[in-house]
């Protein structure tokens, strides 16, 4: 079923904007009071609040940011009107140029020559002026609780090669408890970083001599790694994958036959050349899994062939966009590529759905939103393929969606030129969306590397092409998971998952052989032999978030028992060493998020 959004919540949503754009013009008359040579730059709403950007005569520091706050509060205290005006367009050139705000003048002459405009919009409150489309809210006091946040460099037009801006932002709300439970939603989010708990629980690490976007896997971030992996593995092997394995570079008449070439170059690597021929990079997997499927002729008994691989990709992502695990140069793809005829895919999809729902369950993701990404109807020059083929790929989608229950947004007219898509995203614990799993139909790729398979007449078909990404980027969403869990990992991707804690010296030599049976049973296990005291073991243990804790003193000698302690603090008591190695055991092969 289709999910519409309600018309009180659009309404929300549009007030929002509005008093988060008006709020941006705030901090910008702000800024203008503070330094008044400041040049103006472009300053939206976003998702959960604004920014400006700004090039300024030094850089902002802490304390720029409270001053700034106070000023935007005595803008906001004295309620000055939003008026809206326009202005033709030379006479605003002039009229900025005279201000010193040469922006605001290259945004002017952009909409004379790309939109043909003879005139610009204006809007006023005070003695500042922007140039703005709006719309705002009626007046500065209806700016709502705000909070400037912090800053960033980012470039003009984001173009590296321009001038690099100061970004001030902020967040706005419409009442002070909203707001605050939002700064309290940030803090948990600080807390949850990816970057901060992969260096306090030495998971992974970046080098500026390896270079930005290259992450480098500790061995405990690569123990979680490899189990996802097996995970993976064991799950494809199960739904009928076959695992295939190809080169991370490849000629450029390659990419330039799949379009790379001419769409997305700028997010490749530079070329190398080798016997006079230029090699790129691999950006994706899909042009080497179609020369898998084209080394010889297919025939319609063969099909559908579910090609499978973790294979590696590097893409040039600007400086500015780099944000550790979430968004690197290099990242392995679980992709898989999905070749089937058309009265297959219906079945196909359903049961490719029902892979990527249960392997995110595992995982511990039960909260979903689905999307549906159509195609613009009678628009059939702007889409690869035949229109029977796209109604036909829509269609089975649906079926699929339906067939499982399953709610979702249709996005009309969002679908790539390609094909249709269903795109599912997880939301974690603090509520954050993450786009993850996609299938994507392709009609393009199968026409431009020719693909064909025999029918049972004997004439040439052309099958249909399914990318289906379910991870996404293995780096990614182990990003996505080390902050959805906290670093907080279940028992069973847990890189420790039981350290024991020998009291004093002379308990020792028990503490290894009870960490001998544990590691026979296959648990992961340390000892903690420091020379510190029990309870600072126990907290160093805890904010390595591991699982479980085994204290073992005379008593414990005694009984042959231990005395287990979970991370959330609670003490279990004594456990036999058996009953305990089950306990543990069972919860990492049942893959439980229980303790």
């Known amino acids: 079923m289709t999910v519409t959004i ?5 309404q929300r949503a549009r007030h929002l904007a509005a008093m988060r754009h008006s709020a941006a013009h705030v901090l910008a008359a702000a800024m203008l009071d503070l330094m008044p040579d400041a040049k103006l730059a472009i300053g939206p709403a976003i998702d959960t609040g604004f920014y400006y950007d700004f090039d300024l005569p030094r850089t902002l520091t802490p304390e720029d940011l409270d001053a700034l706050n106070r000023r935007m509060r005595r803008i906001i205290k004295q309620k000055q009107v939003f008026q809206h005006s326009t202005m033709p367009v030379d006479e605003a050139k002039s009229f900025f140029l005279e201000r010193n705000q040469p922006y605001k003048v290259e945004l002017i002459e952009d909409l004379e020559r790309e939109a043909s405009v003879a005139e610009v919009s204006l809007y006023q409150n005070g003695d500042f002026i922007d140039l703005c489309e709006g719309p705002h809210v009626a007046n500065t006091g209806a700016v709502g609780a705000f909070k400037l946040l912090r800053t960033a460099g980012a470039y003009w037009r984001g173009d590296e090669n321009r001038q ?22 940030l803090e948990e989010a600080e807390r949850r970083d990816h970057r901060r708990l992969g260096r306090e629980l030495d998971l992974f690490s970046f080098s500026e001599d390896i270079g930005p976007g290259l992450v480098v896997w500790h061995a405990k971030g690569g123990h979680v790694r490899s189990t996802m992996e097996d995970y993976w593995r064991e799950s494809h092997r199960a739904g009928g994958y ?3 394995y190809t080169p991370h570079i490849g000629k450029a008449s390659l990419w330039q036959t799949s379009g790379h ?16 021929q230029q090699y790129y990079l691999k950006p994706m997997n899909c042009p080497f899994h179609i020369q898998v499927y084209k080394s010889r002729t297919r025939s319609y008994r063969e099909l559908p062939l579910r090609y499978t691989e973790a294979g590696t990709v590097y893409r040039y992502e600007r400086s500015g966009v780099l944000h550790g695990l979430l968004r690197a140069r290099g990242f392995t793809q679980d992709d898989a590529h999905l070749f089937c005829r058309p009265d297959q895919m219906d079945s196909e999809l359903t049961r490719v759905l ?9 995982y511990g993701f039960k909260d979903l939103e689905l999307e549906l990404s159509t195609w613009e109807r009678g628009e059939t020059t702007k889409y690869a393929g035949e229109a029977q083929d796209w109604e036909l790929a829509e269609a089975g989608l649906v079926k699929a969606l339906d067939e499982l229950d399953l709610s ?8 790539a030129f390609y094909g249709p898509k269903v795109d599912i995203k997880i939301v974690d614990v603090l509520g954050r969306p993450w786009q993850l799993s996609t299938i994507q139909f392709d009609f393009w790729l ?3 590397f020719g693909l064909e398979y025999i029918g049972e007449d004997g004439s040439a078909r052309r099958p249909f092409m399914i990318h289906r990404a379910l991870y996404g980027s293995i780096e990614r969403f182990f990003g996505i998971l080390l902050e959805h869990y906290g670093g907080a990992f279940p028992v069973w991707l847990a890189p420790v998952q039981v350290v024991i804690i020998p009291i004093a010296d002379r308990h020792n030599e028990y503490a290894q052989q009870v960490a001998a049976t544990l590691s026979e049973a296959g648990v992961l296990v340390d000892v903690d032999t420091r020379s510190e005291r029990m309870n600072a073991k126990i907290r160093d243990a805890q904010l390595q978030k591991v699982p479980y804790m085994a204290v073992v003193g005379d008593r414990e000698i005694d009984d042959g028992a231990v005395n287990v302690r979970l991370r959330t603090g609670e003490n279990c008591g004594a456990l036999q060493v058996a009953e305990f190695s089950a306990r543990v055991q069972d919860r990492a092969q049942s893959r439980s998020e229980a303790l």
């Not at 070439?261 to 006079?276: G, K, R, T």
């Not at 979702?408 to 679908?415: D, F, I, N, S």
Request: charged share 25%.
């Open 6 to 10: 309600k018309t009180d919540e659009q």
């Open 164 to 185: 690099q801006l100061q970004r001030v932002y902020g967040t706005a709300w419409e009442t002070k408890d909203d707001l605050n439970a939002y700064l309290k939603f």
């Open 242 to 244: 076959e695992f295939i």
């Open 261 to 276: 070439l001419n769409w997305f170059s700028d997010n490749m690597y530079a070329p190398v050349e080798i016997d006079e």
């Open 354 to 362: 029902q892979f990527c729902l249960g392997i995110l369950d595992t």
């Open 408 to 415: 979702y947004k249709r996005m009309a007219g969002e679908a």
């Open 446 to 448: 199968p026409q431009a």
